[in-house]
């Protein structure tokens, strides 16, 4: 059976970012990594120093490719589906095939669950998207559209009015607006629209945004912003992780609430960009080194 220092569970800039680091720290790393990758109908990376512009497959090969540097390293296209602990170690079945990490370093991401509104999965990634900082640039002073599902984000809506002047804020007839919410709202330049959306409608290519149809009227919208429920993945799941009042792994310092595992990512935040989840795989890393470290010097394992 394999062995290694720590299982990277997922290859996105927080995995990577986390192998990285631990590769340095010369430790024995398994990086797996199967599946589409979240941000894979995104055309580019963007708000990434130095990446700006990068589209996503490029930005993890450039990501492999330094990974390559360090033979301490290893990347399979492997999907994980189970992790056992064994005392002090992990039991976990990669690619059908069984091998023993002393840490594992969750970097899954999360499963993002489309409304559904007929359309609305066709322009996800490309004129539907979910962070302004990552995509707000590009469509500056378009016609912005919000799926605005609570009254938190019907108040954080007119936020978007920096990258344009025209903001209307979609409810979806999810709740009641009374008049007070409406001309507070109101009162930041936007239009809220109530009745419930039957489809999007799109142009040329089904990804082109061109206009949201609602019961009552058809509102012309060049791009939607919205927030989708999210969920963990199954081998996440499968640890009985501590979770947030909102669905995300607990983390102090990249550990979870099982010892020896780690997280970093969008599993742990609702703040999700690529920079932000390199940042926090490399710090988990770091935590994480710190403490097998330390193990290894107690329990005499560590190479001379």
């Known amino acids: 059976m394999e062995a290694f220092d720590v299982l990277v569970v997922g290859g996105g800039p927080a995995g990577l970012a986390g192998a990285l680091a631990l590769g340095r720290a010369r430790k024995r790393v398994l990086l797996c990594d199967s599946g589409p990758p979240r941000n894979a109908r995104a055309k580019r990376v963007y708000n990434f120093v130095t990446r700006d512009g990068t589209p996503p497959a490029e930005l993890r090969a450039i990501g492999r490719e330094q990974l390559a540097t360090y033979p301490n390293v290893t990347v399979r296209e492997a999907n994980v589906t189970a992790i056992t602990k064994d005392d002090k170690t992990f039991r976990a079945t990669v690619g059908g095939v069984e091998i ?5 370093l969750l970097a899954t991401g999360v499963v ?12 996800w990634g490309h004129s539907a998207f979910q962070c302004p900082y990552c995509h707000g640039w590009e469509v500056a002073n378009a016609k912005f559209g919000v799926l605005a599902t609570s ?6 809506g007119p936020f978007l009015r920096g990258w344009t002047r025209d903001l209307v804020l979609f409810t979806n007839g999810a709740y009641p607006v009374d008049g007070e919410l409406r001309a507070r709202v109101e009162a930041k330049g936007v239009r809220v629209v109530t009745s419930p959306i039957e489809r999007v409608l799109t142009g040329a290519s089904d990804d082109e945004l061109t206009a949201i149809v609602t019961k009552d009227e058809t509102v012309a919208t060049d791009v939607l912003f919205l927030h989708p429920q999210q969920r963990q993945v199954p081998i996440v799941t499968s640890l009985g992780l501590s979770l947030d009042d909102t669905g995300y792994v607990r983390v102090e310092n990249g550990k979870t609430s099982l010892d020896g595992v780690y997280a970093a990512g969008d599993l742990t935040t609702r703040m999700q960009a690529a920079i932000v989840s390199a940042a926090a795989g490399t710090v988990a890393a770091a935590m994480l080194n710190h403490d097998l470290t330390v193990e290894m010097l107690d329990d005499g394992t560590l190479p001379p």
């Open 100 to 104: 023993r990490a002393r840490r594992v």
């Open 112 to 123: 993002d669950e489309i409304p559904a509104i007929p359309g609305l999965a066709e322009v």
């Open 151 to 156: 009254p938190q984000l019907l108040e954080w």
